[in-house]
Structure formats: C-alpha cells, structure tokens
C-alpha cells in the first residue's frame, strides 16, 4: 500500500521498564521532535533511553539509544523565538540517523550506510581513461587559478562597510564579467571537443566523475547547484524557470555571481526567454480567432505551465484580461503557487480580473480520463513549451494525440522542443546534470503524423536551439 | 530496419521466462549484439515482473501486453498492464519515481541512492524501486510511462545502441 505524502509516525521511549508513548511532531536530518501522549508525566529533561520504536502503518522499525532534551521554552516572550513543535527533541547517543525521508516514505537511512557506500563510488572512477582525467584536471586548474583572483577580492572587501563592499562588487562584475565569460566559453568548448566522439553511456561516467571534481565550482552558483539538487525531484523546476526569466546576477562573491549568471546566458536559456514573445503572438491569435468566430473568449490550456512568465506578455492592457479563459495545468503545487501569484500581481497592476484556473495534474497520468473534453471542454489553444523536452517519443505521441482532440475546430497546439545540436548541450549534461529528449526536426513531425487531418508546421526560434510544432485542427 | 515483437502473456510468473527467452531470441536474430541483447532482455523481465506486481487483473482475459521494437538504432520496449481504479498513488509514486531517476545524468547517482534505501529501516511497505533504478543503470534504458483510456499503465524504456 501506498502511504499519504505526510505520514503520522507513533513512537515509544523504553528505559527500565518503563514506556512513553509520543508521536513524532517534526523530522529534522538527524533528530526528532516529539510530543508525548500524556503530558501530565513528562520525562525529566535530560533522560537517557535504551530504545525509541516507531510505528506506522502497522509497521515498525527500533532505533537505538537516545538522550530526551526538553524544550526550554513553553511560550514567547518578547524577542523569544517561536517555541518548538512537540515537547522536547530526541538525541541518539550510537548511531547518526538520517530522517529527512521519514515523514514522507517512512525510511530512516543511517549515516553509517553512505560510509559503507564508498568503496562503489570510489572504484567508479577506474573506468575513466587518463586522457579525460587530463582533461578534466587541466580544466579545474584553470577555473580554480581564475576563481582565487576573485575570492582574494572579496576577501580583502571583509572589514569594509557593507556599501562599500557591495559597490566594489558591483563594479567588479561589470568590469570583468564579460572577460569571465569569454575564458570560460572557450574552456566549455574544449569540453564539447573532449566528449564529442564518446558514447552515451561513458559520457554518463565522464559526468560523473566531472561533478564530483567540479563540485566546489558548481555548488558556489545558486543556478547550478539547484539544477543539480534538484530539490523537487525533476529538473527544469519554476524555481530554474524563473532564475532564467529573470536572467540576473545572484550571490555574495563576486565569483560566485558570474557563475550564476553565465549558465542563464546561454543558447537554450535564451531560447526558453523566447517563449515568452512566440506565446503572446499565438494567444492574439488564438483571440482573433474566438473573436472571429464569435465564441467569446479564447480558450487556453497551458500544459506544464511551470510560473506561466509568458502571461506576462499577454495581459499587458486591461482590454487583455477580457480575451482568454485559460487553465494552467502542472504537477508541482510550487509552479501553480507562482503562477497564480504572477496572475495576482497583473490583476493588482491593470485593476481588472483574470479568467484563469489551476489544474493539479500529471500529463502521464490524466490522460487516461474518457471525458476529458466534457470535465475540461475544448480549447482554441493549448501549448507546452517545455514539457516534451522530458517525453519520450512513445508517450510524447500519446500526449500530443489526446491534446489535439482537445482543440476546437481551428484550434492550434504549439509544443515546443529542442533539437540535438543545441550548443548548451554538453554544458547542461556535465555542469548542470540536465538531460533532455531532444528531437530532430523528423521525429517532431512525425509526432503529428497520425493527428487525424492536422496541419503542421516547424520553425526554430532565434537562438536556433528550439524548434516549435504548431499543429492546426482544421 | 524495424522489427517487432509482440506478446500477451497472463500475469503468471511461470511465463516470465519464455517472454525473457523470446526477447533475446528476436533481438539475436536481428543482429543485436551480446551485451545490449542481455541489458534489453533484464529490462523487458523487470517490467513484465512489475506489470504482474502491480497490474489490476480482474478478468480471465486481462493480459500483460509486451512489445519490443528495433527500429535502427533504437530498441523501445512497451510493456501494459490494466490498472485498478484505486491505484492512483501507484502511479502517482511510479511518475515521481521515474522523473526522479530521469533527473541523473548518470543513473549510477540513482542507483547509488536506491541502495541506500533498500538497506534503510522502514515504515513503508511499498516498493523500494530498485527495479526501475536497475532499468535505467544496468539497462541503460530511458524510462517513461502514461496512462491510457481504459485505465491501461503503458510503461516505455527506450534503448539506444
């Protein structure tokens, strides 16, 4: 059986024969928060126990010895900070625990185990040939030669005030940004060179083995590093999104800040800022549309809507808002969060309402519904940008069919794809560990081969990365 | 070229064998090399096991549908199952699962963080995923899935040589 996304874990602490029934109110990385069952009879603060067990579901798993802390604080005052959740925190005393998964899967890993673990990821890199380790090392050289200039900037910056420190800053990247990016386009381009002839599979390795030297290098950029944590377990993210959108400087080093910036610069990043000017075109149009056929509003699905930025291009005028009747639709609360927060924020700023909904889906798992015009109706547009980017062709052809059966009679679907010689390619691969399926221009067409009496049409988009189907219902 | 296969076996793990057999047996006689012909045939059992794990088979013809297809330089394996009406936290955990193991550029990283939940104490009696993770580790296979009309889990792992 499943379990909900939250779980309720129940406990008991054992010491000399005596048992207190609690529940766990939080789980932070390495200990536990907890509230006990009878709160007249709480330990004396600190208790030594030999054991906590864990219960739920009817399952239950015993950790070893833990110390109980109470909270010292039952209620704020003044400047206190809030109180804790729960009624103390639970220490283990042998063994570090990990629970940062405990109330989401009920699995409690042990540091012990990563320990164990490092025998397999230290004989992976055995299989890397000296000559990529050359490569690699005289790489990391160079970056790591470049970096040190910049962090003995800010390093003498320390004691200035903070204005000043961030002027000199400032000025810093204006001054010698443009340089940085030169130096490490070229370095990036002697990466292309280095991996072109290698196989899928060694390239994979290659990565590998490049993230764990460069990682020092990777973790210092706010974009990098999320695009490698991933924190909501997929990439290209809202968060990703809108860091692209936004296309600025973050970071306290100056260091720290080109390497921000420059991944958000590049062919494909453009290329997703240039979704936003073809999106608003094919929302007049899909209006003129409406309008010419004296249905109303326009009809819009956004599919994987991500912040849904592109809406900001189209409601640029109060007359806007009375056009389009649209239903974004993603799997991630965050994105919808956003989006509807950018929607909010038009509405404040033209002082008209939106027509525009959220839909909580996956496009994996939707299209199973029978009745999926009748619970949703049919659109003028619908469009996904940045989703087919993660289908492979079997399900990109599902989706896409269901989609078209969607479109009103004159409705157009616009997906959007990149082609495999996109030039961010390896630097998204082996920097940013962000892969895609990519399409040629043949395999996006064929996409629409069975569309029954469609009328596609391809065009790249001016990074020349990007390619756009758009498919008519006649 | 392209060639497929096709097979409707019940979801009886004393048939699993002949579909692994039948596998490698095509995919030999379209010239596929020894270690992609042993990865492609690990990864049409792993799913046909999951399939019979996890499908809904109410009726005597329900059936796990299997398709392997060579087409150049691509092998794809389909592999559909008939779902129940409540298993939507199945397939909800199955999409996270694979975008999840998707999200690595090197599906070693994956692996590496499956061991360490399989070997972890556990209040959660669904599965480990381990299976899947092997698919696109050992495999080397690019998972994906969606749900079809009829409530039909199509589960894809495409294969490059």
């Not at chain 1, 590998?208 to 944590?229: G, M, P, V, Y």
């Not at chain 1, 996904?384 to 399900?395: A, N, R």
């Not at chain 1, 989706?399 to 794809?417: A, D, Q, T």
Request: charged content about 25%.
């Amino acid at each position: 059986m499943s379990l909900p996304s939250t779980l309720v874990v129940r406990g008991s602490l054992e010491a000399n024969g005596t048992r207190h029934a609690l529940r766990v109110s939080a789980a932070h990385p390495h200990s536990l928060r907890v509230t006990f069952d009878d709160r007249s009879a709480l330990p004396a603060s600190p208790t030594h126990f030999e054991q906590l067990t864990l219960t739920c579901e009817g399952r239950e798993v015993q950790l070893g010895a833990c110390l109980f802390d109470a909270n010292r604080h039952s209620s704020p005052l003044g400047d206190d900070p809030p109180p804790e959740p729960g009624d103390g925190r639970i220490l283990f005393q042998e063994a570090v625990y990990d629970f940062r998964t405990l109330m989401r899967n009920g699995r409690i890993s042990q540091f012990a185990q990563r320990v164990q673990q490092l025998p397999l990821v230290l004989s992976r890199q055995s299989r890397v040939g000296a000559p990529f380790r050359a490569f690699v090392s005289r790489l990391l050289y160079d970056l790591q030669v470049y970096r040190a200039v910049f962090d003995e900037l800010d390093r003498n910056l320390e004691h200035e005030p903070p204005e000043a420190r961030e002027r000199v800053k400032q000025i810093a990247v204006q001054a010698e940004y443009g340089s940085f990016c030169r130096f490490f386009d070229e370095r990036l381009g002697l990466l292309a060179e280095e991996v072109r002839a290698t196989s899928g599979d060694l390239q994979s390795l290659h990565g590998f083995f490049f993230r764990k030297q460069a990682w020092d290098l990777i973790s210092c950029s706010e974009f990098l590093l999320r695009t490698n944590l991933k924190p909501r377990g997929f990439a290209g993210d809202s968060a990703m999104m809108r860091m692209i959108y936004e296309n600025q400087f973050r970071g306290a080093s100056v260091f720290s800040r080109f390497m921000h910036r420059h991944p958000i610069e590049t062919s494909a990043a453009s290329a997703v800022r240039n979704r936003r000017k073809l999106l608003a075109g094919a929302y007049l149009e899909a209006g003129r549309r409406a309008r010419d056929a004296q249905a109303g509003r326009a009809r819009v699905l956004s599919v994987a809507c991500g912040p849904a930025w592109e809406l900001r291009d189209v409601l640029t005028a109060p007359g806007d808002f009375e056009k389009y009747d649209i239903i974004l639709l993603d799997q991630d609360a965050a994105a919808l969060d956003e989006a509807t927060q950018a929607v909010a924020a038009l509405e404040e700023t033209f002082g008209a309402r939106a027509q525009v909904s959220t839909q909580r889906d996956s496009v994996r798992t939707m299209l199973h519904a029978t009745d999926l015009s009748t619970q949703w109706g049919q659109f003028d547009l619908i469009y996904s940008m940045g989703m087919f980017d993660y289908l492979t062709q079997p399900v990109a052809a599902a989706v896409i069919s269901r989609l078209y059966r969607l479109l009103r009679p004159g409705g157009e679907l616009v997906i959007g794809n990149f082609h495999p010689r996109n030039p961010t390619r390896i630097y998204m691969e082996y920097w940013m560990d962000w892969v895609l399926c990519y399409r040629t221009e043949d395999e996006l067409m064929q996409l629409a081969d069975r569309l029954p009496g469609a009328i596609p049409a391809l065009s790249f988009d001016d990074s020349g990365c990007q390619m756009t189907l758009r498919v008519r219902r006649p | 070229m392209i060639a497929t296969l096709s097979m409707k076996v019940p979801p009886r793990w004393a048939e699993f064998d002949a579909v692994r057999d039948r596998s490698l047996e095509f995919l030999r006689r379209n010239d596929v090399a020894t270690d992609p012909c042993i990865a492609v045939a690990m990864v049409v059992s792993e799913l046909v096991e999951n399939a019979a794990k996890y499908g809904t088979f109410r009726r005597g013809s329900d059936a796990i549908e299997i398709a392997v297809t060579l087409a150049h330089t691509v092998i794809t394996i389909e592999i559909c199952n008939p779902l129940g009406p409540n298993q939507t936290c199945h397939v909800t955990r199955l999409d996270g699962m694979i975008q999840w193991i998707r999200g690595f550029q090197d599906p070693f990283e994956a692996y590496l963080e499956r061991l360490k939940e399989v070997s972890a104490q556990t209040l959660d009696s669904s599965e480990s995923g381990l299976g899947l993770v092997r698919i696109a580790y050992e495999g080397q296979a690019v998972l994906d899935f969606f749900v079809r009309e009829q409530n039909i889990l199509a589960v894809s792992a495409v294969h490059r040589l």
